[in-house]
């Protein structure tokens, strides 16, 4: 932790001395707000689910339906996200995320039924998704110098809005209700709006002074392979990921480990997360071909998975603990998206196609998961699942790690 001092310091100590510096630390003030609200809906839910169905009652049909939502409005945003951002400005485009983002986190707490509650949740996660999407490029835009320092520390922030609300999901619907549990997150959000209308301002004074008044273009990024390995390592982590938060919980309870024991086993494997986004940025930017780093998470993941299919009350929070390694292909592949684009188009580009495709893809393994288990009634086949996803990411990366750009790819296909 004592990175994060030294990190903020490196980028705030010079900014009162020129105006432009101020409006840097305004953008990384916004973006790191937002960030720790990027993931708090689905983990602040995941550990909540057994009591929420007992309430509003619904099965694992709707179970499935509420894991696989995060990846699908995830998806969604991204394939719209990028477009949102030449349009609007990526600046007034993440204002509406933020204010999409508070409005679904808040309501959905009031849901009196699972349709509205999967209605309302995919309100908050569009929100998310969007801000998935247009903070990659808001990074290559205000600080293309110091890309992995800044990578470092808004996915810092997005583990650690990862890692907290399944700590304290349970503890708090027990004091306060689950309905509390789920609302109280909406605050974060909420305290992103101010920074993000300063932003937005800045920004317009910015082009109005003529500095830069064109929207950067969309690249056919879709026509590199580039691209295609990105869609896989980032697509399969994410499926991974939450598949495991979905349904990680619901495996010990099925094997007679406490509700509590599910929500900390959560928190560990994001909490894991957490801690690689020191490392992974940095692999990402320190090495040519980070390629060999992956192939160590992958080991880790077919280890922990192996653990919690086999021993999953025997060191259920090793095995958590090395699934959560496996993931640290996640901040990796988010640095990559500006490791390996030359400007800021490009990075808008690759991040809302990777990223949008990715998710669609991985929006499929929380119900594939359920459907698996419910058809043969253990969890062979659902795991099995999860080894294969494994090895696919593994593959992607092969691809994306190699050491080129986007830009120069797309030029020797045209």
Not at 173 to 182: C, K, M, V
Not at 281 to 302: D, E, Q
Request: overall charge positive; aromatic content about 10%.
């Amino acid at each position: 932790m004592a990175q994060v001092p030294s990190l903020l310091t490196s980028l705030v100590r010079p900014t009162f001395r020129h105006p432009a510096r101020r409006g840097k630390l305004l953008v990384l003030v916004a973006i790191v707000i937002f960030s720790l609200s990027l993931r708090a809906a689905v983990t602040s839910l995941t550990p909540l689910l057994g009591r929420i169905s007992a309430d509003l009652q619904f099965g694992h049909a709707i179970t499935g339906i509420l894991g696989m939502l995060p990846t699908l409005m995830f998806g969604i945003a991204g394939l719209v996200g990028a477009g949102l951002g030449r349009r609007f400005g990526l600046e007034v485009a993440t204002l509406a995320a933020v204010v999409i983002t508070v409005l679904g986190t808040g309501l959905r707490a009031l849901s009196s039924d699972a349709w509205s509650l999967i209605v309302l949740s995919g309100v908050a996660l569009f929100g998310m998704g969007l801000g998935n999407i247009l903070i990659p490029p808001l990074v290559k835009r205000y600080f293309g110098d110091r890309i992995a320092a800044v990578s470092t520390i808004y996915i810092l922030f997005v583990q650690l809005g990862t890692t907290v609300p399944a700590a304290v999901a349970v503890p708090l619907a027990d004091a306060a209700g689950w309905r509390t549990s789920l609302a109280v997150w909406a605050l974060i959000p909420l305290m992103a709006v101010l920074p993000w209308i300063g932003v937005v301002r800045q920004r317009r004074r910015h082009v109005a002074d003529g500095a830069d008044n064109v929207s950067p273009p969309r690249l056919p990024v879709w026509r590199s392979p580039l691209a295609w390995g990105l869609v896989l390592m980032f697509g399969m982590t994410s499926l991974m990921t939450y598949s495991l938060f979905t349904w990680m919980p619901e495996v010990l309870t099925a094997a007679g480990s406490s509700e509590s024991l599910g929500g900390l086993a959560v928190a560990v494997f994001s909490g894991v997360g957490f801690l690689a986004t020191f490392v992974a940025p940095w692999l990402s930017i320190r090495f040519a071909n980070p390629f060999g780093f992956v192939v160590l998470f992958g080991v880790c993941m077919l280890i922990g998975l192996a653990g919690l299919r086999w021993a999953p009350l025997n060191g259920t929070l090793a095995w958590a603990l090395l699934a959560g390694i496996g993931v640290s292909s996640f901040p990796m592949s988010l640095t990559l998206i500006n490791v390996r684009t030359r400007t800021s188009a490009g990075s808008a580009s690759l991040s809302g196609f990777g990223q949008g495709v990715g998710y669609l893809i991985a929006c499929t393994g929380p119900l594939l998961f359920g459907v698996l288990h419910d058809a043969t009634g253990d969890w062979d086949v659902p795991f099995l699942m999860l080894v294969v996803a494994c090895l696919v990411m593994i593959a992607g990366a092969w691809v994306i790690c190699r050491p080129r750009y986007l830009e120069d790819t797309l030029a020797a296909e045209g």
